[in-house]
Nanobody
């Protein structure tokens, strides 16, 4: 059983920052492509950013380029999403995702609300 458990969500004012964390097993961390997705109310789930397992190259969505950064801590088997300059339209449930070939896992999600 693979468990991805996100943490770090919360309520923040526009312009503020949050950092999401998602620890994974060593096997998942070493072999699966890790990514962050989000889903806002009434909208489809979208990929925010992903990070290559092989060389750490990141692939952010256009909507978050320059504001959000995905990173990996190999010692802690954890993937992060640093979110800066948050906007009300970033409000969503954020999900950690791991994928390898046709195998994939999702976390339960963490709520990020930008308001104020």
């Amino acid at each position: 059983q693979v468990h991805l458990v996100e943490s770090g969500g919360g309520l923040v004012q526009p312009g503020g920052s949050l950092r999401l964390s998602c620890p994974a097993s060593e096997f998942i961390f070493d072999h699966y492509t890790l990514a962050w997705f989000r889903q806002a109310p009434g909208k489809e789930r979208e990929r925010v950013s992903c990070i290559s397992t092989s060389d750490g190259t990141t692939y952010p969505a256009d909507s978050v380029k320059g504001r959000f950064t995905i990173s990996r801590d190999n010692a802690k088997n954890t993937v992060f999403l640093q979110m800066n300059d948050l906007k009300p339209e970033d409000t969503a449930v954020y999900y950690c995702h791991a994928e390898f070939l046709k195998d994939e896992y999702w976390g339960q999600g963490t709520q990020v609300t930008v308001s104020g």
